[in-house]
């Protein structure tokens, strides 16, 4: 038999810093067995999105990018947030156009993840778009400097199986997509 695992209860809950990129709270819990825990510490982010774009010729749209938590230059997925009131589909979208200049193709949802439950309260949907084309330029944000980089399925592949993607956002969708590529 299965063990109950309980859900805890807050008693009180406090905002500790609340700025655009960063909302932190501090919780005061009661665990299942009367345990009081006075500080849980909860992280607050807007939905994210993600997009596995795939040209009508077959590679891949993926950007190169500074991430000051790294201090690296990093090869990714385009992403970006969810903005108040956008549905997830139209985030990827809104993102892969404003970053990269592609849009169009066929658009599927893979999978919905998040980054650490135990501490951060948002998810990311993670999307698929086949057969996207270039139809302008990039539109960045401000703190945005990104090179687009087109790359054939195997190089994606290879600087997973080295390692080389380190956010685990865009790792897990990867995987999921490849794995499935070796299912048809």
């Avoid at 703190?143 to 865009?170: G, H, N, P, T």
Wanted: aromatic residues 8%.
């Amino acid at each position: 038999m299965a063990k109950e695992i309980k859900k805890w209860t807050t008693l009180e809950s406090r905002y500790i810093i609340e700025r655009p990129w960063l909302t932190a709270r501090v919780d005061k819990v009661q665990l299942p067995d009367g345990r009081i825990n006075p500080e849980h510490y909860v992280l607050e982010y807007p939905k994210w999105v993600n997009v596995i774009a795939i040209t009508t010729e077959g590679e891949m749209v993926m950007i190169r990018q500074y991430r000051h938590g790294f201090d690296q230059v990093l090869v990714e997925l385009c992403a970006g947030v969810v903005e108040q009131g956008e549905a997830p589909i139209e985030a990827a979208r809104r993102e892969l156009l404003e970053e990269t200049g592609y849009a169009g193709g066929e658009w599927r949802e893979v999978m919905t993840i998040g980054q650490n439950p135990s501490i951060s309260n948002n998810i990311t949907h993670c999307f698929v778009a086949e057969g996207v084309e270039k139809v302008a330029h990039q539109s960045l944000d401000e703190s945005e400097d990104i090179e687009v980089l087109l790359m054939s399925k195997e190089e994606v592949l290879q600087m997973l199986l080295r390692d080389e993607q380190k956010q685990a956002l865009m790792a897990a969708p990867l995987w999921r997509y490849f794995w499935e590529q070796k299912e048809r």
